[in-house]
T-cell receptor
């Protein structure tokens, strides 16, 4: 079974621009979560989508948004980029929604999109 | 105080040694616990998850949870150079739909 895929893998943008990242979950997985990873803050939860609905949101400004399509693919958008948005953005998918006990709730991560904001 | 504390290392041990990686947490409501391994330039890979206090073993890996002390550990036996990676603990509070990751411990196994 193919794993979680993310595109693009690398991206360079300038301050003020906006960016859209894409995530294709493992086939059959209905939950997609997004994370930001930086050396200073570590891995931080952004939001989770399940069946096209945002279920949970982390403590990030409204410039960070996302959506999920009927085929469970998800996109994340960051508007008005800031230098501090430079990070590795990871997507993870699971069968069940976030917090489900057991294998259904187990999240599998993609390789990430490395975003550099200049 | 961070909700999850993890020693960032780096930790360097010789091949074949037993490795002990640890996290402490502050909220007794946290319900289940995971360990991820992350190689350079890759996404985290789930190694183990466990819900209850006690030990869970999978091959060379043993996860240990002590809920009374709010302490979790990952032991790696017969460590190999291929185990060199960053190890992240993750703790889930299902009722709050919250997951918190430790900062990660960089581990290097010397041949």
């Amino acid at each position: 079974k193919a794993g979680v895929t993310q595109t693009p893998r690398y991206l360079i943008k300038t301050r003020g621009q906006q960016v859209t990242l894409s995530c294709s979950p493992i086939s059959g997985h209905r939950s997609v979560s997004w994370y930001q990873q930086t050396p200073g803050q570590g891995l931080q939860f952004l939001f989770e989508y399940f069946s096209e609905t945002q279920r949970n949101k982390g403590n990030f400004p409204g410039r960070f948004s996302g959506r999920q399509f009927s085929n469970s693919r998800s996109e994340m958008n960051v508007s008005t980029l800031e230098l501090g948005d430079s990070a590795l953005y990871l997507c993870a998918s699971s069968l069940g929604f976030f917090g489900t006990e057991g294998p259904e709730g187990t999240q599998y991560f993609g390789p990430g999109t490395r975003l550099l904001v200049l | 105080q961070k909700e999850v504390e993890q020693d960032p290392g780096p930790l360097s041990v010789p091949e074949g040694a037993i490795v002990s990686l640890n996290c402490t947490y502050s909220n007794s409501a946290f319900q289940y616990f995971m360990w991820y391994r992350q190689y350079s330039r890759k996404g985290p890979e789930l190694l183990m998850y466990t819900y209850s206090s006690g030990n869970k073993e999978d091959g060379r890996f043993t996860a240990q949870v002590d809920k009374s002390s709010k302490y979790i550990s990952l032991f790696i036996r017969d460590s190999q150079p291929s185990d060199s990676a960053t190890y992240l603990c993750a703790i889930v509070d299902s009722s709050a739909s919250k997951i918190i990751f430790g900062s990660g411990t960089r581990l290097s196994i010397r041949p």
